[in-house]
């Protein structure tokens, strides 16, 4: 055990040049051109997406494409393995794109780089005897991605106070500048506050009468 975490610190370097950055540039690719893959709608759809993405195609992916090819081909075997695992994503993900043309061949040209240089990771861990070390990174790669995109978009199904449909009252405190009222009145208009009832998202209109209550300094009147 102790072996398998040094070994997931020793290409965590390879991992960063030759995966997450490529993978965050291809995000933020996908995103200027507004092409989106998946839509995740509530957790159950969530659940399943992290079971199968982040765990089934991994280990599926590594054992037949890179694991299998090496172990019975060789080096060779390993090369036709990973240019069919390059070429099997975005051939798949196209499908799932309605975008115009030239976005498609953006995206086909990007995701061939980041899973060239995905293919050449793993590969250099198979090749260095490490293989349940590879099938580690790939299901934590998918994994965090998965949730990543998914946190954004997900609709969870829980439930909400239902807003208020009836009449709310509105407070709007305006503050004026001090003037005199009147000779025989001994004091000062210090600020007046609006009570305003209006139903809920409605906008002020110019027939609505306001009730205006006013605080003054001396004697109190209305």
Request: with cysteine; aromatic share 14%; glycine share 6%.
């Amino acid at each position: 055990m102790i072996g398998i975490l040094l070994a997931v610190l020793y290409y965590l370097p390879y991992y960063i040049i030759l995966v997450l950055i490529p993978a965050l540039i291809m995000g933020i690719v996908l995103r200027k051109l507004g092409i989106s893959i998946e839509s995740i709608e509530d957790p159950t759809q969530l659940y399943n997406s992290v079971v199968i993405t982040g765990l089934y195609f991994p280990l599926f992916e590594e054992l037949v494409f890179r694991g299998a090819m090496l172990l019975i081909f060789g080096f060779q075997g390993l090369v036709i393995g990973n240019i069919i695992w390059v070429l099997l994503h975005p051939t798949h993900q196209l499908r799932e794109i309605e975008t115009e043309e030239w976005k498609k061949t953006i995206f086909f040209l990007s995701s061939l780089l980041f899973y060239s240089l995905s293919a050449i990771f793993y590969s250099i861990i198979w090749l260095d005897g490490n293989g349940v070390v590879a099938i580690l990174y790939h299901c934590a790669h998918n994994t965090f991605f998965t949730l990543a995109d998914s946190i954004k978009d997900i609709k969870w199904r829980l439930p909400r106070i239902p807003k208020r449909k009836e009449e709310e009252l509105k407070f709007i405190k305006r503050k004026t500048s001090p003037v005199v009222s009147g000779e025989d009145l001994p004091f000062k208009e210090e600020e007046t506050t609006l009570f305003v009832r209006r139903k809920a998202g409605e906008t002020a209109s110019p027939s609505e009468e306001p009730t205006r209550f006013v605080k003054r300094k001396g004697e109190q009147q209305y």
